[in-house]
């Protein structure tokens, strides 16, 4: 590593004079900032640089966005623009690139099959997340989801309407239930189930995956496995005669198709057996009618994880309702990254990074949101109606860390030396976790 005879001699007496313990050589070896020819002074000369070539940076993007530079004299899909102001022009605090964080369902292939659609959000085109897909879906009343299971757990909120789902344990065990709007279920790997709309039309929900990469498509359906199963092995299997065999085969994929409506829940479930046959295990929660784990006058949160819902394991999740000018207070989650549905209103949410990077993005209903794990972040009411999105964890609780909370649990002198904040002024900072702080 090579130094001018000026630099050394400045490192040196800084060595020398600010800190004779830190930078003392001994037998055992060089200090690390002396063998790196770097001591204090130098550090925070470097600091100082960097700080007003950052303060720089931000001054002149301002200035740039308020002439000619940030103008655009050629062609602009306006539309998309309008959907997304910080994208297109942002904050002067935004630098660097952290990846996508944004994407929509509303720019997703749509299939259509008489019954309902899907469409989803995985891996594929928002390739940031790794650990959660979602999936979208409707089915007319009657309509099924056919009876299939797949390589993820299954999380699922009821954005409309009413179905009939079920679920067998491996025992043999069955559980059977209706959910109607803002209830869950849960369906772990490999455990087949299914859903039906009902009356008065059908139902619309999301589905989410503890894996990145997971494609509706890939699911392992009951018509698949019959359709590819040899003739004389399904007569064997289910003790069936050949004649009986040939017509059990509708059609090689079903997926999404249109039934008769069900017998009612009761009926439904004397006919497989009653109680003796029942899952212990509950795989629905109605989170419609829980009293909000936190309120405040900008809102509320509900948080869903195995703690009050046991079967979700792998996924926890928050409902977020923030009210016009309402923040979701500055935190991160140390445990899992963030997937985000949004569900109403419009926001806008800064993601800050280590090594300086950080990206604003604006969110609308149909919206997906990506923020990578332990990054800081923040979501802001910015319309003019309530704004309501799901966070989601693939964690088995629900874990976050307010950034206003942890400055008053250090030290006040602490905050004062990184901040520059007297203690008056380090009081006013909320002491507790507020989730929601009004605008």
């Known amino acids: 590593m090579s130094e001018t005879n ?14 004779p313990q830190e930078d003392k050589t001994s037998a055992e070896g060089l200090s690390r900032r002396t063998f790196l020819g770097v001591g204090s002074a130098g550090l925070a000369t470097a600091n100082l640089v960097a700080l007003t070539a950052h303060a720089q940076e931000v001054q002149d993007t301002r200035k740039a966005e308020k002439d000619i530079s940030a103008s655009n004299p050629g062609q602009e899909n306006k539309p998309l623009l309008e959907e997304n102001p910080s994208s297109n022009t942002p904050p002067p605090t935004d630098h660097g690139d952290i990846g996508p964080v944004w994407y929509s369902f509303d720019l997703t292939h749509k299939r259509v099959q008489e019954g309902g659609w899907t469409h989803e959000v ?4 928002l390739p940031t997340s790794k650990d959660l897909a979602g999936v979208n879906m409707r089915l007319t009343a009657g309509s099924f989801r056919e009876l299939h299971w797949h390589t993820a757990d299954e999380w699922a909120i009821m954005l409309y309407g009413n179905a009939r789902v079920t679920v067998m344990n491996p025992d043999g065990t069955m559980f059977i239930d209706e959910v109607g709007e803002g209830d869950l279920w849960l369906f772990p790997a490999g455990f087949p189930h299914s859903i039906q709309g009902l009356q008065p039309n059908g139902c619309e929900f999301l589905l989410v995956f503890d894996e990145g990469d997971f494609s509706e498509d890939g699911t392992f359906l009951l018509s698949e496995t019959i359709a590819h199963t040899p003739r004389n092995i399904l007569a064997k299997n289910f003790r069936l005669n050949k004649e009986t065999i040939t017509k ?15 017998l009612s829940l009761a009926q439904d479930k004397a006919a497989i057996g009653g109680r003796p046959v029942a899952s212990p295990i509950q795989y629905t929660f109605k989170m419609s009618s829980m009293v909000p784990t936190r309120k405040t006058p900008g809102g509320e949160v509900r948080i869903v994880d195995s703690r009050n819902f046991p079967p979700t394991k792998h996924i926890a999740a928050a409902l977020v309702t923030l009210k016009p000018g309402a923040l979701r207070e500055l935190h991160w989650h140390p445990n899992a990254s963030e997937w985000q549905f949004w569900l109403a209103g419009r926001g806008r949410m800064t993601i800050i990074m280590n090594e300086g990077k950080a990206r604003t993005m604006d969110f609308n209903a149909n919206d997906v949101g990506f923020v990578p794990r332990v990054a800081t972040h923040y979501i802001e009411n910015t319309g003019n109606s309530d704004a309501v999105f799901l966070e ?6 629900f874990v976050d860390v307010s950034l206003n909370q942890w400055l008053r649990r250090v030290p006040p002198e602490a905050v004062t030396a990184h901040m520059n904040l007297d203690q008056q002024e380090i009081a006013k900072i909320p002491s507790q976790k507020e989730l929601v702080i009004a605008g």
């Open 392 to 397: 989601m964890l693939k964690a088995d609780q």
């Open 6 to 19: 000026e630099t050394k001699s400045s490192t040196e007496a800084s060595n020398k004079t600010s800190e």
């Open 248 to 262: 059990v085969v509708k059609s090689p994929e079903l997926y999404i198709f249109p039934a008769k409506l069900p």
């Open 122 to 125: 995985n891996s594929k085109v």
